[in-house]
C-alpha cells in the first residue's frame, strides 16, 4: 500500500521561542518569507502524500487559517493586480486534502500520533516534524517512501551527531544492510554518551505502519505523563523489522534559535531575489 497520509504533531507550546510564540504558534514563525510548517506541508505533497493531518492545540487557529482560503486577500491581490502573489497565496490552500484534530493536552509526541488513529485508519503513513527543516534535491519523505516501497517495514529518518549531543535524541543501533540503510536493533531514548550506541539520532522523519497504533496504546506514560514515539517504536521492534535511513539533505532544526537563524540565513542566501544582496550585505556588515 503506497503512502498518501501524513501526520504534523503541531500541538507544543512553543515555550523556546518565548514571547514570539506568546500568541502565535512556533510552527507560524517565518523562515524567510514562509511559515516553518508550509516546508514541511511542501515536502509532503512534493513525495506525493495526498492528505495531510495537523495535530493542534489551543492558540493555533492561525494554521488553520493559513491553508485556508482567504477570500479577502485574494479579492485584495486580484483587484490591486499583483497576479504573483495571488497565485501564490491560492497555491498554500491547494496543498492536498487538510484534516485537523486537536491534542488537547501536550503528553508527548506518540500521543500525538496517537489521538490521529481514526483518520489514518488502517494504513502506512508518514509523520513530519516541521521542527526539522530538510532541503535536499528529493524531499526526504520521498527517499524515505522509497526505502519503505523496498521493505514493507517502517523507517525511521537518522542523521549523525556529534558525541556530545546525543543525549539530545532518540539512537538507535543496528547493522548496515545497504549503504545509508540500516535494521534497527534497538532504540534508546536521549541516552548519555557513555551509555549511546552509536551517534545515528532519529530525527523529524517517520514512515510508519498502523500498528505503531496498538503499542502506543500500551506505552507507559513517562515523566510529565508523556507518551513517547520512541518508547512505542521499541514495542513495534518486538513484533517487526524497522529500518534507519541516513537521508540525502541538509537539515534545520528551527525548534532551537541557532537553528532557526541559521535556516534563515542560509536560505534566503540561496535565493534569486535576495541572495545577492543579502550576501553583501553580510560582507559589509561590521559588528561594533
Known amino acids: 500500500m503506497s503512502i498518501k497520509k501524513a501526520v504534523f504533531p503541531a500541538a507544543g507550546l512553543g515555550t523556546r521561542f518565548l514571547p514570539a510564540t506568546k500568541a502565535q504558534p512556533k510552527?507560524?514563525?517565518?523562515?524567510?518569507?514562509?511559515?516553518?510548517?508550509?516546508?514541511?506541508?511542501?515536502?509532503?505533497?512534493?513525495?506525493?502524500?495526498?492528505?495531510?493531518?495537523?495535530?493542534?492545540?489551543?492558540?493555533?487557529?492561525?494554521?488553520?487559517?493559513?491553508?485556508?482560503?482567504?477570500?479577502?486577500?485574494?479579492?485584495?491581490?486580484?483587484?490591486?493586480?499583483?497576479?504573483?502573489?495571488?497565485?501564490?497565496?491560492?497555491?498554500?490552500?491547494?496543498?492536498?486534502?487538510?484534516?485537523?484534530?486537536?491534542?488537547?493536552?501536550?503528553?508527548?509526541?506518540?500521543?500525538?500520533?496517537?489521538?490521529?488513529?481514526?483518520?489514518?485508519?488502517?494504513?502506512?503513513?508518514?509523520?513530519?516534524?516541521?521542527?526539522?527543516?530538510?532541503?535536499?534535491?528529493?524531499?526526504?519523505?520521498?527517499?524515505?517512501?522509497?526505502?519503505?516501497?523496498?521493505?514493507?517495514?517502517?523507517?525511521?529518518?537518522?542523521?549523525?551527531?556529534?558525541?556530545?549531543?546525543?543525549?539530545?535524541?532518540?539512537?538507535?543501533?543496528?547493522?548496515?544492510?545497504?549503504?545509508?540503510?540500516?535494521?534497527?536493533?534497538d532504540l534508546v531514548e536521549k541516552p548519555s554518551v557513555e551509555e549511546a550506541p552509536s551517534n545515528l539520532a532519529i530525527v523529524g522523519r517517520y514512515i510508519l505502519t498502523p500498528e505503531i497504533f496498538t503499542m502506543l496504546e500500551k506505552v507507559r506514560p513517562g515523566r510529565g505523563g508523556e507518551i513517547q514515539l520512541t518508547d512505542g517504536l521499541k514495542l513495534l521492534l518486538e513484533k517487526e523489522a524497522i529500518y534507519a535511513y541516513e537521508f540525502n539533505g541538509k537539515r534545520y532544526d528551527t525548534g532551537n534559535k541557532l537553528g532557526f537563524l541559521m535556516a534563515s540565513v542560509e536560505l534566503a542566501l540561496q535565493r534569486e531575489d535576495l541572495g545577492e544582496q543579502f550576501k553583501n550585505y553580510l560582507r559589509n556588515l561590521k559588528i561594533e
Open 27 to 185: 510552527e507560524m514563525l517565518p523562515v524567510v518569507d514562509k511559515p516553518i510548517i508550509q516546508y514541511a506541508v511542501e515536502e509532503a505533497v512534493n513525495s506525493g502524500i495526498e492528505e495531510i493531518i495537523i495535530v493542534t492545540g489551543r492558540n493555533k487557529r492561525a494554521i488553520e487559517d493559513h491553508f485556508d482560503i482567504s477570500f479577502e486577500l485574494e479579492y485584495f491581490l486580484q483587484k490591486k493586480g499583483d497576479l504573483d502573489l495571488l497565485k501564490q497565496v491560492r497555491e498554500i490552500s491547494e496543498l492536498g486534502t487538510v484534516y485537523y484534530i486537536r491534542q488537547k493536552e501536550p503528553l508527548g509526541l506518540g500521543h500525538a500520533v496517537l489521538v490521529t488513529k481514526a483518520l489514518v485508519k488502517d494504513e502506512p503513513f508518514a509523520v513530519i516534524l516541521s521542527d526539522d527543516l530538510i532541503v535536499s534535491n528529493i524531499p526526504c519523505i520521498k527517499q524515505m517512501i522509497d526505502v519503505y516501497e523496498r521493505y514493507k517495514c517502517s523507517v525511521v529518518a537518522v542523521e549523525r551527531v556529534p558525541r556530545d549531543e546525543v543525549k539530545n535524541y532518540g539512537i538507535i543501533s543496528g547493522r548496515e544492510i545497504e549503504e545509508g540503510i540500516y535494521q534497527v536493533t
